[in-house]
């Protein structure tokens, strides 16, 4: 049966959603109970295939329909493969959890069975871009991921449907650019397989049409990654959506779209190719590097908190792309590590914005006067999140800077060095904004406090699920910060390839 | 110089349509003829690809009078006489994504003509902004 | 909204063509291994039967024949049928739409075992598609107030 999971957890939700949505015909009550055992289901598979792949060392390959590559589809799990199946399945199913009462308050109830089909939609194509080991295949994917989340966009406060079309036009230049791209790898070898073609593509090293299909690859990718020059669709689309929907988009779309370009840089294209044939690493930091200081300076302007966190998202994907950039172990090894921490970061941001939204109703930073005292838990959360983010130890956010850092000195990059410092310290300022307003009182408030100068805390009127999701998204960034030593040996070091 | 450009014909005229819809993607002021500019992109792309499959003097791709697996084994097939019709089945992948993208779009432009009376970019903007 | 604009002939020559037009696309799904053709062909002319109803008569024609709960149920049921013969394949023993695990229930062997699983599949996706065809263009045609279209009862017939 554990050969079957790679399929079956592409599967899984793409069938459970369509029961949903006939079950929802029937009976409204069930649909978050098939939502959450559809999740702990693809948990399940996540993990066995993240075990297979560990004892057996080498990657499962699983062939759709008995046909075998190159002529079939195939599904190829290796280390970087399961780990991120792993680490989206366990967000998904938290934010799953988070979501209930979350997108309860927000939309219509008329409306909930089709956020849940949408749910399982999107999850259903996030998995897939991540199993499967086809170009064309990862294409229908990433497209089915992607109407979702137009989808599941458009069904927020005022001005998310505008901003949804917006995302409609640039993620189908994304998704045409990378066909492109598959276009002119098919043409100049014949296949469509990954790992076929990365025994193709060594011989055709000097041709340029192959140059060309990359720099579609990078701008189609990018795009869906949300990459400096190409990231406008992102601060509206995920402001404006549900807070559900943020939480589930945010962390784990543009997360995958780094994984894919892993994929398409190093294991498709080998490394010889991106690193040392062209100067395609220079490129992508000083697009790095412009991004994050555009990112952050863009974060510091904004005083809705949501909007703050997206451009933080930008920023992120910045520190994944010079990890990528720094053209060596450690770099990489840094940025695989930071998409998975990325993920628990962002997920545990954006629910943490959701909250407040629920229970204040606002989300601008300047009204966050005494929240301290009426949110405790939710800010301590916060605070998780941001230690995560800023970089300080033991949670995760430090481990892969950490690496990102060391990657830079080895790669001798010192300007990507300096960017990286100095966005940390930005993120401190960002981050210490908010926590000043929050917990902070100013001194002439003290003195006309309540009862004495003694504040009045009481625990949050949020849910109880949108708590413990909470807490268990920021228990995750401190064990994700305890284990990274062991994540690094045991899986990240067999993720990167070997001529590297 | 002609020589390229004559030899390679389709793929200028390819690469034609793609810069027509991506310039009326970004430039136009009315959101329907951006979704109109969407599909000149997304079918730029599909011919690009359906005449990567074609071949001189090739017939289409099934072998004649014979059914099921009775005949095909002692056929021999010489590749170049059919045309390859592994990209007109990605096509046919292609085109309906690009349906459903269109379909996803024209709703939500319902939607936002319901919301703001008008579908024209700038004034939808203005209309946000208060 | 579409009012009813009654036309003798387009009412009538719509009538006749219907029939034809859906038999025509349930023969463009079974000859889609050997000629153009397949499933999201066929589902897409069925779909358009429906279409010319409407543009012939009326919403409400279409909508006694066709209900928004009958196109969710068409929906899934084609999904179903897709991944459920993948599922059966799977049960089978062999990987996901592996056809050929088919011929332990159907009295054929492995080859033509392919044959039909891809028959089948094809017509999943038939269904699926002719429901989501017919939905989009309901949806656009009432601008998305399907409740208002039930209600609506005015049948302005503007005769000539």
């Not at chain 1, 892969?400 to 990507?416: D, E, N, R, V």
């Not at chain 3, 062909?41 to 409407?54: E, N």
Request: charged share 15%.
């Amino acid at each position: 049966m554990i050969e079957q999971f790679p399929a079956l957890i592409v599967v899984t939700p793409l069938i459970m959603s369509f029961i949903l949505f006939a079950v929802s015909w029937w009976n409204k009550r069930l649909c978050f109970p098939i939502l959450i055992l559809t999740l702990s289901a693809c948990i399940v598979f996540a993990i066995g295939i993240l075990d297979t792949v560990i004892k057996q060392g080498k990657p499962i390959h699983y062939y759709l329909g008995g046909w075998d590559p190159p002529w079939g589809i195939e599904y190829v799990i290796d280390h970087l493969n399961a780990l991120v199946l792993v680490a989206v399945a366990v967000v998904a199913w938290l934010v799953a959890i988070y979501s209930k009462s979350a997108v309860e308050k927000e939309l219509h109830e008329s409306k909930l069975p089709q956020f849940y089909t949408l749910f399982l939609l999107q999850v259903t194509g996030l998995f897939g871009i991540t199993a499967t080991g086809d170009m064309f295949n990862l294409y229908v994917l990433l497209e089915i991921a992607s109407f979702s989340a137009y989808a599941i966009i458009a069904m927020g406060e005022r001005g998310a449907d505008f901003a949804a079309f917006r995302y409609v036009i640039f993620g189908t230049i994304g998704a045409c650019a990378y066909l492109l791209g598959v276009g002119y790898l098919y043409i100049l070898t014949g296949s469509l397989n990954m790992a076929d073609l990365s025994h193709l593509i060594p011989k055709l090293f000097y041709n340029k049409a192959l140059l060309v299909g990359f720099a579609f690859f990078l701008v189609g990718v990018g795009i869906k990654m949300g990459i400096f020059p190409v990231h406008f669709w992102l601060p509206d689309a995920y402001t404006l959506a549900p807070s559900a929907v943020s939480a589930l988009l945010a962390p784990l779309f543009t997360k995958v779209g780094a994984y894919v370009i892993i994929r398409i840089m190093f294991t498709v294209f080998d490394p010889s190719f991106s690193i040392k044939l062209y100067p395609v690493m220079d490129i992508l930091g000083w697009i790095a590097a412009v991004g994050i200081i555009f990112a952050c300076i863009m974060a510091l302007a904004q005083s809705d908190l949501k909007r703050m966190f997206c451009y933080l998202i930008v920023a992120e994907m910045g520190y994944i792309v010079i990890g990528i950039a720094s053209g060596n172990r450690l770099g990489l090894t840094g940025a695989i590590l930071h998409i998975i921490n990325d993920m628990f970061m962002m997920a545990c941001l954006f629910t943490v914005a959701g909250a407040i939204m629920y229970q204040m109703g606002t989300r601008n930073i300047y009204e966050f006067r005494y929240l301290h005292r009426t949110m405790p838990i939710t800010l301590a959360v916060f605070v998780v999140g941001a230690l995560s983010v800023v970089g300080v130890p033991p949670a995760c956010g430090f481990f892969s800077k950490w690496y990102l850092i060391l990657g830079t000195i080895q790669a001798k990059k010192w300007l990507l060095l300096f960017v990286l410092l100095a966005s940390s310290l930005i993120n401190a300022v960002l981050f210490f904004r908010v926590i000043e307003n929050a917990y902070l009182e100013p001194r002439e408030a003290h003195a006309h406090a309540h009862n004495g100068g003694h504040p009045i805390v009481t625990l949050d009127r949020v849910p109880l699920n949108m708590l413990i999701a909470m807490i268990l998204i920021a228990a995750g960034i401190i064990l994700l910060g305890l284990f990274s030593g062991k994540i690094v040996m045991n899986i990240i070091d067999f993720a990167i390839p070997a001529n590297l | 110089m002609w020589e390229v450009i004559l030899s390679k014909y389709n793929y200028w005229i390819y690469a034609f349509m793609l810069m027509i819809g991506f310039y009326a993607m970004m430039a136009k002021n009315n959101l329907l003829k951006k979704l109109i500019g969407m599909n000149i992109f997304q079918w730029a792309l599909i011919f690009y690809f359906i005449s990567i499959g074609a071949k001189k003097g090739a017939t289409v791709p099934i072998i004649p009078g014979v059914h099921g697996h009775h005949g095909a084994e002692h056929l021999v097939v010489h590749a170049a006489d059919y045309v390859n019709p592994l990209p007109h089945v990605l096509m046919l992948t292609a085109i309906v994504v690009g349906v459903a993208t269109t379909g996803i779009a024209l709703a939500l432009l319902i939607m936002i003509y319901r919301r703001y009376g008008t579908l024209e970019e700038d004034e939808i903007i203005e209309e946000l902004k208060k | 909204m579409i009012s009813r604009w009654e036309d003798i002939i387009i009412e009538t020559i719509s009538r006749f063509l219907v029939p034809f037009m859906q038999t025509y696309s349930l023969y463009v799904l079974a000859h889609g291994h050997g000629s153009p053709g397949g499933g999201f062909q066929g589902g897409c002319i069925f779909a358009a039967s429906f279409v010319l109803l409407i543009i012939a008569y009326d919403i409400f024609e279409a909508k006694k024949r066709f209900s928004e709960k009958i196109n969710g149920v068409f929906c899934a049921l084609g999904v179903f049928i897709y991944a459920g013969i993948g599922w059966l394949c799977l049960l089978l023993g062999g990987n996901f739409l592996d056809y050929g695990k088919l011929s332990k229930i159907l009295p054929t062997d492995p080859i033509m075992a392919r044959y039909y699983g891809m028959a089948g599949i094809e017509t999943g996706v038939q269904i699926t598609v002719m429901a989501i065809m017919v939905s989009i263009f309901l949806d656009l045609v009432t601008a998305g107030r399907h409740e208002e279209a039930m209600e609506e009862e005015d049948v302005g017939s503007d005769s000539k």
